[in-house]
Structures are given as C-alpha cells and as structure tokens.
C-alpha cells in the first residue's frame, strides 16, 4: 500500500478532502477505493451550484465490477467539477490524489475539520480492514 | 474467433432447407414494399450446418460442465419438461383462441399457480411477469399501489441491505421510490438499530432476499417483519434464493407480503442468456387486489369445472398487464412438468441436497486452506470464499481463479459479488451434482492455488484454451462496439 499524502483529511468511506488557499475544499476518492472498485469505466458528476448536504449522493463512479455512490463527506455548494473524468475516467485509478479529484465545494458555514480522519486515523481504519 | 455467417457469404449460393417458401401476394401498398434486397446471408446448407453445430459446441453449458455459478441456482433441467412443454396440443395452441379450446393448457396454469402458493406460503400467484425482474418491478408496484390505495402518498422509502441484489435498488427508483440502503453485520445477518433508525412514516417497505447472497440465513427474519409491519411498511422477497428453503420454511410464514419467484432457477427451467424466464409473484391477502393480470381463475358452470382468464373485470385494482399475454407460456408449462415430478416430497429433497452440497463444498474447500467469508455460518445453498490474501501474497485474484478454472473445464463461480466482500467467489453448485464432480473441482481449485503459491504460475492470461481468451472487460465498457459492419469487415478480410 502506498503512503497516504499526510496534507489531506480523510472520511470512513474512503474519500479524501483537500483545504485549498481560498477557503474551498477539494473532494476525491482515496487510492484504497480506486483499487478496490478496480479500473473505472465512467463518472456521474454533479451540476455546479448543487446544494449537498454531507452523506447525501454526490456523485457516482462505476468499474467493470460496480457501481458506487459518492457520497458528500460534508455540505456545502458545488463550485467546481473534474470535466476530464467524463473522458478519462481512468484517472482517479492513476493519480486518486492529483489529476482523479472529483469536485470541489464551498464548505457550509458549520464544516468542522475535526469530524474528518487525520491521515493516521485513516490509516489505521484501513490496517483493520487488512485483518 | 470465429468469423461470422455474413462472413461466409457467396452471391448466388443457397441451402435448399433454410430457403424462403414462395412468396404469396400481399396487400401491402407499393410505396412501403422495399426495392433492394436485404443483407442476408447466402450459404450452403452444409455451411450453415457446420456454422451453428460450431458456435453451440463453444458454450460451457449445464448440459457439459458444471455451473457452480453462485446466485443462479444452475440446475439441471429434466428432459421430460421440455418434452413434455413442446407437445403439439401445448405448442400448437394459440394464444387468442377460445378457453373452450385450451381447457387443458388453462387447467395446468391453474395448477401451477396453487403448488406455487402451497410451497411459498402465499395467498394468490400470478403468473405473468416474464422475467425475475419484471416480477420484482410487479412487486414493489403492488406495494406503491397498496399504499396509494390506502391515501398512504408519503410512503415512497424501499429500504434494502447493502448485500442485495443490485436489481432491489433498481426496481425501486424504477417504481419511484427512493432508496434507504442498511449494512449488514460482521456475522451477516442485517443490523437491527440500522433498520430502526430509517423505519418511519415514509417507509413503502423492505427488500430481502432470504437467505441472503452472503449464502447465510436472516436469523431475525420475525423481529424484521414486526418492526417494518408496526412502521406501516411492507416485505418484499426476492425469491433468487428460494432454492436453499424449499419445502423447508415459506416465505408467507416468515411474514413477506410479496415475492418473486425465477421459475428459471428454483423450478428448473433453462436459463436463456436474456432468453425467457419467469418472475412469477406471490401475494398475501393484502395485496391480492392489486395482481398483475391475467391471473387463471376457476369456476363450477352447470357442474363443470371451467378455467377461464381474470382480468381488469375481475381485479378493478391490479397494477394491469405485463405483456401481451401470460408470461412465457413454454417456461411455465416445463415449470409446471418439473414440480408434479418432483412432488412434495421432492420440494424437501431439493433443499436439503442444495443445503448438503453447498456445505459439503465449503468444508472441504475450507480444509484445504481457502478462507471463508462467513466461517461462523453454516451455508445455504451457497457460500463465498475470498481470496484476498492470495491476491495480496501472489497476486492471484478471483477472476484469475475463474479464468484458470474455465481451462479445468469448470465455469467459474460468481465473482466480485456480493460487493461487500473482497475477492470473493460465490459458489452455488446446486442439488442435482454428484460427490464426484464436486470433488473434481475441489482438487481443481486447489491445484490452481498451489501452482500460484509454489510454482510462481500466473493465470494473468488465461484462459488458454477457450475460443475466447481473456476479455479487455475495461476496454468493453470504455468503448463499447457491438455493430457489425459489412463493409469494414470485408476490408479486413
């Protein structure tokens, strides 16, 4: 397993959240989730301007063996969408953490970092999924 | 690969069998008459022949191999039904002729639908989706009908454990309904403070599939029913599973109000590639008013007992027709032959051989070292091994077992489902196989693992020795191509 990128935040059903300079949050799946769904083969993403409540659907991405909601890890307002995912759906198996990232969100006024899993915490969720 | 028929194609060349009858005048107007022949293709009859012997020689079929394949219930089917479905008097009937005239063929659906009643519990069977899923469709639109009905319009939530069939969540956002799905716990069964906390006044029903395809019985199948009964929902059954309980425990005495049945699986009657099924639905007195029609009913009529067809007349309430006519008339008959053979009696042995095969295969595939999904739970009728270990030691992963078992000669297990588990092969090999042949694929499995571990072999490639080898399934999905092109095919050729 490679290392977790120790600068994101991370939620129990495998997605990974990014606090950009300008106050929005960048929202992906983590390399765990990509390998175990296996090669994507398309993405739903959501409109721009989409209200999400956090655990509501946000998007879904499908592999040859599933289809997986993506669910919000918090609320917030849509600003941004991964386009080239609608083409290379493949690149959130290559780069989860880089060129794979599914959306980005303006926090509603009540986010809380301290619900999400620090990259330890995270990590340790997946050492007790190894058992 | 094989080329195709229109590949074979000479101008001028012709089959005496398959060649058309002399056309009759028609009373078609000229301007809807086409004027250039259609792209048929021109053959011999021994080309022909050869050409379709061929293609019928590459399917792994029940008839040659064995099937194992988990959830599909892939059981021999008897030869007497289909014998017995393509006598004339059945084959010849046609569909809008009088009842008067097919007295016969009405008095075997009649039939059918009460020993489908008798084994499942329920209060009324309709015979006529066509299909597993039609009949689940059929079954979740009784249910919104039930609760329409009742002015009950905010009831619109299926709720549906994680392990379900993907169909489940399917047929409810197709009847309008959103979806509430609950986990299933580390033993299995479905977790109950998970099912309390989504029951509530929008609650339409649950969808379980009983027992479940973790291949485990739903222990707390009474305090589900109560708990979703007192929140106002109703229990839908998904009758893939039916197999494992037949004769043994009924779904009507577990409390569902509706279920389907694929009569392909529990009753035997072929699996076609998308080809004709059944979903036979069962209903409990709740929802007999709102059956999909036509429902065979029977009646006394000066001392005569007269099958006849109910329809909208009969059932004002029914959520109305399916297709044309009843289901696939040819699938319910071969149903119908199938469970007078085996008789009530035979209903219990396929239980319990389904059960004892099942475990049988587990405990053995067990001792040899494969691990177990669920090792605390006895089997139903199917179990799920995981190899994700394998996977992580010698990168050996379930579709590799499944390609390699395909050159033993062996169709693979079902795999990566259920989702929940990683790796997972789910394995179903049915009442009607031998000692010998589970065996057989015990030692197959085995030596497939072992060559991996001790040998270095990969099956990256493989199958070797199939007319197809190992699909590009990503490549399929991506760009996905299924026309044939004439002229591009005459280019390459």
Known sequence: ?131 | MSNLIFDKSRAGRRAFAQAPGASAAVAIPEKFLRSDNPRLPEASELQVVRHFTRLSQMNFSIDTQFYPLGSCTMKYNPRACNTLALLPEFAGRHPLGPVSHGQGFLTCMYELQEMLKEVTGMKGVSLTPMAGAQGELAGVAMIKAYHEARGDHDRTEIIVPDAAHGTNPATATMCGCSVKEIPTGPDGDIEIEALRAVLGPNTAGIMLTNPSTLGVFERHIKDVADMVHDAGGLLYYDGANLNAILGKVRPGDMDFDVIHMNLHKTFSTPHGGGGPGSGAVGVNNRLLPFMPIPVVGKSEVDGVTVYDWLSEDDLPQSIGRLSGFMGNAGVLLRAYVYMRMIGREGMERIAEYATLNANYLMARLRDAGFELAYPQRRASHEFIVTLKHEAKSVQLTAMDVAKALLDRNYHAPTTYFPLLVPECLLIEPTETESKETLDGFVAAMIEIVRAAKEDGVNYKEAPYTMPVRRLDDVKAARQLDLAYRRDAAEAAS
């Not at chain 1, 939620?11 to 106050?23: A, F, K, P, Y």
């Open chain 1, 1 to 131: 397993m490679n290392e977790l990128p120790g600068d994101l935040l991370y939620t129990s059903d495998h997605e990974w959240l990014r606090r950009e300079d300008d106050g929005t949050v960048t929202i992906g799946i983590t390399d765990h989730a990509a390998t175990a769904l296996g090669d994507l083969v398309y993405v739903e993403l959501p409109e721009i301007e989409q209200e999400v409540d956090s655990g509501g659907e946000m998007a879904v991405v499908e592999s040859v063996k599933a289809a997986s909601d993506v669910y919000a890890p918090i609320s917030g307002n849509i600003v941004a969408i991964n386009e080239d995912l609608n083409d290379d759906p493949e690149k959130i198996n290559v780069e989860p953490y880089g060129e794979g990232w599914i959306v980005r969100m303006e926090p509603a006024d009540d986010f809380d970092e301290s619900e999400l899993l620090s990259p330890d915490a995270y990590q340790q969720l997946l050492d007790e999924l190894e058992d």
